[in-house]
């Protein structure tokens, strides 16, 4: 599960141990903004995943993936957005109240 500096929500894993990523969904969100808050939740069944995104006013977005292979929850906070032949973007972020819940 992702979200981008522009916004784009989506979840992807890796095809082999080496290969390359294979995007499973991807949805389309507000940019980040600085000094505003969001709630991220992601809930895993055995068919199907769920990333969402709330703003702090409430308006929640979502990108949904059927995948029986996940093996979850992981949920890992990176600071530097790259892409294949560009130049690294880090950034600064925070993070707090992570939890999990079961079912």
Known sequence: MFQRQNGQLGIAKWATRTGPIEYLALASSPAIAGGVWNSYTL????TQLTFTRT?????AF???????????PYFFIEKEESFEGEPANPFEGKFRNVTYTAG
């Open 62 to 72: 979502s990108v949904v993936a059927a995948d029986s292979q996940h093996r979850g």
């Open 55 to 59: 703003l702090s006013g409430g308006e």
């Open 43 to 46: 809930r895993v069944t055995p």
